[in-house]
């Protein structure tokens, strides 16, 4: 194979697991279970919510019980590495109600993704 199509397949393995890491977090059996969400956001995780609310992984914890489940869609996903094992994702988020615009910042450690920065902004 040659680099070019083997650094292709690497860009479209690492979208595909991101995607797929974004999605878990928002479906409603990951946003009801502790344990799968600290699974995957980093000790270190801080969020900018698109309320303007400031959150640590603590918070997010925390505030499971409280949350009402709202059904998500991603589109126009897309993927920038910014290191060997870094990577920022951006998309936006559909629900029945709004649109916003999404970044992420995931890094691998131990070869685990987690995320470790998201912000969410309304679209108008």
Wanted: glycine share 4%; hydrophobic share 45%.
């Amino acid at each position: 194979m040659s680099p070019v199509l083997r650094t292709m397949e690497a860009a479209m393995s690492l979208l595909q697991t991101l995607l797929e890491l974004e999605q878990r977090l928002l479906a409603q059996a990951t946003r009801i279970d502790a344990e799968a969400i600290s699974q995957l956001i980093d000790d270190d995780f801080t969020e900018f919510g698109a309320s303007g609310a400031v959150w640590c992984k603590a918070d997010v914890v925390e505030s499971l019980p409280d949350q009402v489940f709202v059904q998500r869609t991603i589109t126009e996903f897309a993927v920038k590495p910014i290191s060997a094992d870094t990577a920022l994702v951006t998309y936006r988020c559909l629900t029945d109600d709004n649109t916003t615009l999404r970044s992420s910042i995931w890094r691998q450690r131990a070869g685990r993704w987690q995320m470790v920065f998201h912000q969410g902004t309304f679209v108008l």
